[in-house]
């Protein structure tokens, strides 16, 4: 069950990325970035957790406008880190 609440906010901070390229939901991706920050730093010694915080910086840097390639690599992972969460 936990598991599949932490694929959920995996799959929102996916989705906020995807916004966030048209312009949209940034109240909503701040706020998803920031859960998505405090969950990372609950299991701070796990190698997966150091790049789920990598990946809230290039959140916070989308929400000011700046997409480069690792924004969308940090998409793709936290996509897959959802899609394996919620099927597990």
């Known amino acids: 069950m936990i598991a599949k609440l932490l694929g ?15 312009n949209l939901g940034t109240s909503f991706a701040l706020i998803i970035a920031i859960v998505l920050l ?3 730093l609950l299991f701070i010694f796990n190698i997966v957790s150091i790049i789920d915080i990598i990946s809230v910086v290039f959140i916070f840097l989308a929400i000011f406008g700046i997409f480069t390639v690792v924004t ?4 793709f992972w936290l996509l897959q880190k959802a899609v394996f969460s919620l099927l597990s």
């Open 8 to 22: 959920v906010i995996d799959l929102l901070a996916a989705l906020s990325i995807i916004l966030l390229k048209f």
């Open 38 to 40: 405090i969950k990372s």
């Open 72 to 75: 969308w690599i940090a998409f």
